[in-house]
């Protein structure tokens, strides 16, 4: 099976901190992205990558930045946390054309 | 611009109860099409996808679902709802060629059940 597995579960920051959100997966997927799940707007696209050192923007990628250094790693980096960062974080990982799998998600809390 | 409709946000059953959650969308070609589910404090699960072929997909855990071109639609039912069924559902929908599609989710459905 697929596994997704991000660093933290939960998390509580406070604002003005630096944040590195981190995704790995097992199963040589190039593609990974990164979203936010906030209640009542859905999934909503951050970041993306095709393939290693490769990024592209998503729908909201201000406040945020990636890195790709490796195959199997995609961080998300918050340089300096706001409340309103505060959300669901989930990542996901795919091969090609198929579906995505999806991490167990981060709960950030900026204080 | 592409679009996921879930008209419903949250939908309330008794248990034994069939269901119907509602996905709408908008694009120009045939896109793949996907239904997520997601438990509490979960990531999301595929539960089935549609590329192409037979319009009524079989899925995991006893869900089916139907693409209809005519009505840009691609609905998720169930004929016999379990308490554990209990979850959110999202609809997902992705177009583009080379394998290089990005999938637009839709707000999601709250399915509530009874017992």
């Known amino acids: 099976d697929v596994k997704v597995t991000q660093s933290s579960r939960y998390l509580v920051k406070r604002t003005g901190e630096k944040v590195f959100l981190e995704c790995v997966q097992d199963?040589?997927?190039?593609?990974m992205f990164w979203y936010r799940q906030d209640p009542g707007l859905g999934l909503r696209l951050i970041y993306f990558s095709y393939d290693v050192k490769m990024k592209e923007k998503g729908d909201i990628p201000e406040g945020y930045s990636v890195s790709r250094e490796k195959k199997e790693r995609f961080s998300l980096i918050l340089e300096s946390a706001s409340t309103n960062q505060t959300s669901m974080y989930l990542c996901?990982?795919?091969?090609?054309?198929?579906?995505?799998?999806f991490g167990p998600g981060t709960r950030l809390t900026v204080l | 611009a592409q679009s996921v409709t879930q008209p419903d946000i949250h939908i309330t059953v008794s248990e034994g109860a069939s269901l119907e959650l509602r996905c709408n969308y908008s694009?120009?070609?045939?896109?793949?099409l996907f239904w997520y589910v997601q438990s509490p404090g979960q990531g999301l699960q595929l539960l089935l996808k549609?590329?192409?072929?037979?319009?009524l997909v079989q899925g995991i855990k006893g869900f089916e679902a139907e693409f209809k071109r005519s009505q840009s639609s691609f609905n998720l039912r169930k004929p016999s709802v379990h308490w554990s069924d209990a979850a959110e559902y999202f609809c997902?929908?992705?177009?583009?060629?080379?394998?290089?599609?990005?999938?637009?989710f839709g707000r999601g459905t709250s399915l509530i059940v009874h017992p």
């Open positions: 694009y120009g070609a045939t896109p793949y």
């Open positions: 199963m040589d997927h190039e593609n």
């Open positions: 997902a929908v992705g177009e583009g060629s080379g394998g290089s599609y990005i999938p637009t």
């Open positions: 549609y590329f192409s072929g037979d319009t």
């Open positions: 996901a990982s795919r091969i090609r054309r198929n579906e995505q799998f």
